[in-house]
């Protein structure tokens, strides 16, 4: 009998599918508030899908569905192909296609790479250094494009920064850097989360006032990704 438990793991994951193709209609009905808003919701399921899954041993229980594949496809859709609409529908630079282009064939390329989520040390290895679990990271930029777009719409920049941007991005998805996979990760893992919480709770707080700008709040909700970046960049120098 196919157990039902591991599928409703998967049925979550694939409600994200459904929250692109609400966003998709969003984007070309130039409500882009709203969009902002479901980038949020699929970035919850994403940040949840993986805890449930793994509670639910879905790996073992069928073993015959990549559930990985799956995330992949609705990750593709929700942090990449749709925030490229945005680009494109929000006029946010100069000439639009190229750019898009850009960011959608170099996130083709980083999410089709074997090593796009890599394990730093063998948990036999991590065994020896004390029972702590091996370390989870990204390889190139990870295509956090929905969050780059967000803050590019509020902030306002010209076109043409906005541009060259977008293409520094898709460039650095095919730079070898490792990049903190936040729930992952186990090096400061703590301050992480936490930190990620609060730049979470204060990006929402700023979609949420849209189409209002004005207040500290965008560059506090900034403080997180700046986090991400430096300590990204420490831990993979350190670790070469």
Not at 154 to 169: D, E, M, R
Not at 183 to 211: H, N, Q
């Amino acid at each position: 009998m196919t157990p039902i438990l591991p599928w409703i793991a998967h049925l979550y994951t694939a409600t994200g599918a459904v929250i692109a193709l609400l966003a998709t209609g969003l984007t070309f009905a130039h409500n882009f508030r709203g969009v902002f808003i479901y980038f949020v919701v699929a970035m919850f399921v994403d940040a949840t899908d993986g805890w449930l899954a793994r509670a639910l041993r879905v790996k073992e229980r069928l073993p015959n569905f990549d559930g990985g594949r799956l995330d992949d496809i609705i990750d593709y859709l929700n942090y990449a192909f749709i925030p490229a609409l945005v680009v494109w529908q929000a006029e946010l630079v100069p000439t639009a296609f190229p750019v898009c282009a850009a960011m959608v064939l170099s996130s083709a390329y980083g999410f089709a790479q074997a090593d796009a989520k890599i394990v730093i040390d063998s948990p036999e290895v991590a065994l020896r250094r004390g029972g702590k679990l091996p370390d989870h990271f990204f390889t190139g930029f990870p295509s956090y494009w929905n969050i780059v777009v967000v803050y590019l719409f509020v902030l306002g920049w010209p076109k043409l920064v906005n541009a060259v941007i977008l293409v520094a991005l898709a460039v650095l998805v095919f730079v070898p850097i490792r990049y903190v996979y936040p729930s992952r990760t186990t090096t400061l893992m703590v301050p992480t989360l936490v930190l990620g919480t609060v730049g979470a709770v204060l990006f929402m707080w700023v979609i949420f006032r849209l189409p209002a700008v004005d207040g500290p709040w965008t560059l506090l909700s900034l403080i997180f990704p700046i986090y991400y970046v430096v300590l990204s960049l420490i831990l993979h120098f350190r670790r070469r």
